[in-house]
């Protein structure tokens, strides 16, 4: 461990940066097998289903810049902490929407007020809350950054990696099984494990040195000018976007491509085009399961491989290889004719993935100014967000013009985009990071 990750108080912080993004994300997760039952319950609309679910990457989308560059200013222990207490009362409120629509009822509403369409708001509160105070995760990223040396820098965003990982396809796994016990303990673990990591952060998180910071502004556009100003950023925050893009719309088509193509795998004894609110509440914790182990390999990938493959190859090589990986992937999956090519197909998806996430953060951070490190890591966090809510959204509408394999050649597609960008990139910038371009 090097001096200045030891000043910073050796593993203990970085064990916090692992549950603070890992509980951001599990929360997350948890509830994606609930958002399309609890919208069938509370009559909601599709347009409305699809807002639940984006509402919380959009607020992330808004403010991961912002909280990045509120720890700039004031500290990275505050801004991890506090977060991380909002959380857990976003997730109160979700786990609680019933009790809490019903008050407002009695005490807003009037006689004729619809519970079930107050439901439904206190639930968008619920995301919308979630999301800002989730959006954090760019500030775990910064923190990282401040606790490691250039060299090991994809080794510490491998961390955030793997967290990122786990808790994002864990989530749901978990989320399903909770809520066949009741629909209110996804909600209540969630919100426990949240004010849990704020205690144990509170307790033994020690503020790392940064440098000297510059007087610039709290929040605006001046983190994307200074990007689009510099290729080695701007390019990379491109490659972010696409893996994240690519992988979101698998995750959100997968239990539709499922249902439809390979039923048997997810509880059904026939092929489901338009599920119900019971076929896919039965159907969520099988998608959970195999999410589950998606998300396992990336984590191992990310919170351990990664730290073999930088010192040999570089993240400039590896910011190549891990989108087309995770295009093949893709690939493999949308053109399964058995669902043993879908498991091969789910086994190189996290393997791309794992490669690509810890690389390119690495790139990003070590080309950013040293007083910046929240602000342009947390614009990454703010473009991966807008990825989760677009990939998914442009992922159903292909879905349903062209059927249920084509939302994965579409995004395979988009990863070939980027490995050549990648390649480019590494052609252009690859002897700045310390290895030579091949």
Not at 88 to 96: C, D, M, N, Q
Not at 329 to 355: K, M, N, Q, R
Request: charged share 15%; glycine share 12%.
């Amino acid at each position: 461990m090097s001096t200045r990750e030891t000043a910073a108080g050796g593993r203990s912080p970085l064990l916090f940066i692992f549950l603070t993004v890992f509980i951001d994300l599990l929360g997350f997760g948890i509830v994606i097998p609930l958002l399309p039952i609890y919208s069938k319950a509370y009559q909601a609309t599709e347009v409305e289903l699809g807002l639940l679910f984006g509402c919380f990457s959009g607020m992330q989308f808004l403010f991961a810049p912002f909280w990045g560059r509120v720890s700039d200013r004031i500290g990275r222990k505050p801004v991890l902490v506090w977060g991380l207490v909002g959380t857990a009362l976003s997730y109160l409120v979700f786990g609680f929407s019933d009790e809490v629509a019903a008050w407002l009822v009695r005490s807003f509403g009037g006689a004729d007020a619809s519970v079930d369409r107050w439901t439904l708001g206190v639930l968008f509160v619920s995301r919308s809350l979630a999301g800002f105070f989730g959006a954090n995760v760019s500030t775990a990223s910064a923190f990282i950054a401040d606790v490691t040396t250039p060299e090991n820098r994809a080794k510490g965003m491998g961390l955030v990696g793997a967290a990122f990982g786990l808790g994002f396809t864990i989530g749901p796994a978990v989320g399903g099984e909770l809520s066949q016990v009741s629909i209110e303990l996804p909600g209540i673990v969630a919100a426990s494990l949240s004010f849990a990591a704020a205690l144990f952060g509170a307790a033994t998180l020690k503020e790392p040195a940064r440098g000297p910071h510059k007087s610039t502004r709290l929040y605006g556009l001046d983190q994307v000018r200074g990007a689009l100003a510099k290729p080695e950023i701007g390019w990379a925050l491109a490659l972010a976007f696409c893996a994240v893009f690519a992988f979101s719309a698998f995750e959100s088509m997968f239990i539709l491509f499922g249902l439809a193509k390979f039923p048997t795998y997810f509880g059904m004894d026939h092929a489901v085009e338009h599920a119900t609110r019971e076929e896919t509440f039965a159907a969520a914790k099988y998608a959970g399961r195999y999410l589950f182990v998606v998300g396992l390999i990336s984590a191992l990938i990310q919170g351990g491989l990664i730290r073999r493959l930088v010192p040999r190859y570089g993240e400039t090589r590896l910011a190549v290889v891990g989108p087309f990986v995770l295009a093949l992937g893709l690939a493999v999956v949308g053109g399964a004719s058995t669902f043993v090519w879908v498991i091969v197909g789910c086994v190189l998806l996290p393997c791309g993935f794992g490669l690509n996430n810890p690389s390119v953060g690495s790139l990003i951070s070590r080309s950013s100014p040293v007083d910046q490190q929240g602000a342009y890591l947390g614009l990454q966090q703010s473009l991966a967000s807008l990825a989760r809510l677009t990939g998914p959204a442009l992922a159903g509408v292909i879905f349903e013009r062209f059927g249920p394999r084509s939302p994965f050649f579409a995004a395979a597609g988009v990863l070939l985009l980027a490995t050549a960008l990648g390649y480019a990139y590494h052609r252009r910038f690859g002897a700045n990071f310390g290895r030579k371009a091949a």
